[in-house]
Nanobody, 127 residues
Framework: VQLQASGGGLVQTGGSLTLSCAGF????????MAWFRQAPGKERDFVGGIRWSGGNVYYAESVKGRFTISRDNAKNTVYLQMNGLKPEDSAVYYC?????????????????????WGQGTLVTVSS
């Protein structure tokens, strides 16, 4: 399983970006996919995730109402639509896939749930 993230860039406060995560291999045999982000000097934090079974979507409180996760099974791609961007959203964004674990509401937010990671794409929001 390989994940390729793209779509990052520089945007002004209040702007929008859409990140894509394309899977190669058995990605859509995974149980869930998620987006995490990591700002310089900080830990990698959960942004949002989607479970394939049932399509349940979960978000971090900091992005709820602004970010939307969606998927396109035909394209083996998961998207992160980001609206109302703020400078504090600036980070490297990583997509991840859970293949060997079946996350539930509490575990979908954990780094340890995911066994496949993309290379990251940089998002910079200017003030």
């Amino acid at each position: 399983v390989q994940l390729q993230a793209s779509g990052g860039g520089l945007v002004q406060t209040g702007g929008s970006l859409t990140l894509s995560c394309a899977g190669f291999g058995r990605t859509f045999s995974s149980n869930a996919m998620a987006w995490f982000r990591q700002a310089p000097g900080k830990e990698r934090d959960f942004v949002g995730g989607i479970r394939w079974s049932g399509g349940n979507v979960y978000y971090a409180e900091s992005v709820k109402g602004r970010f939307t996760i969606s998927r396109d099974n035909a394209k083996n791609t998961v998207y992160l639509q980001m609206n109302g961007l703020k400078p504090e959203d600036s980070a490297v964004y990583y997509c991840a896939a859970a293949v060997s674990r079946r996350p539930i509401m509490t575990t979908i937010r954990l780094l340890s749930t995911y066994d496949n990671w993309g290379q990251g794409t940089l998002v910079t929001v200017s003030s």
